[in-house]
């Protein structure tokens, strides 16, 4: 740097100072992001707070959750298994809401690119009873979400190769 005239050490400095912001920004990000999963799991965060959340982490390129992708989707999967079994009260539109997000996801890029990598997801076995349940629910006449949504859902599970 003793090379270096006046003007280019004043960019350097600059230059390096532009980093700085850059990686605190960053690691301000990562902590925000961290504590996604946290507020996903926590009973006090409101339903629709969370699925707010879960649809951002989705679509978020800078989503730093390791195998996000299976974490979203499991965290959607014991949602829905959790309401359907009781086990929490979730508003009717937040119930309708995780059903289009998780069609959103089995029909998204993003999932298809999961596969293209070789990676896989596990569905569990509660949540295709739950779409089974919720198949008989609808014909039968008893309609608590969309049918077209329930189909969809099917559709994106049996057209996808990355289910385990």
């Known amino acids: 740097m003793s090379h270096c005239s006046g003007q280019q050490r004043r960019h350097l400095r600059k230059r390096q100072h532009v980093c700085d912001e850059i990686t605190l920004r960053y690691l301000d990000m990562a902590a925000i992001y961290s504590g996604i999963h ?5 009973p006090r965060t409101p339903w629709p707070d969370k699925l707010k959340l879960a649809r951002f982490a989705w679509i978020s390129t800078q989503c730093l959750l390791p195998n996000k992708e299976q974490v979203l989707f499991d965290w959607t999967s014991h949602a829905l298994t959790c309401f359907y079994n009781k086990k929490v009260d979730v508003p009717s539109e937040v119930v309708e809401g995780l059903w289009t997000y998780l069609d959103d996801i089995l029909h998204s890029r993003k999932l298809h690119n999961v596969l293209s990598e070789g990676k896989t997801i596990s569905l569990r076995l509660t949540l295709a009873q739950i779409i089974n349940d919720r ?10 979400v969309s049918f077209h949504t329930i189909l969809s859902c099917c559709h994106g599970i049996l057209t996808s190769q990355c289910f385990l």
């Open 135 to 144: 198949i008989l629910d609808c014909s039968s006449g008893l309609k608590s």
């Open 38 to 42: 946290l507020k996903l799991k926590n």
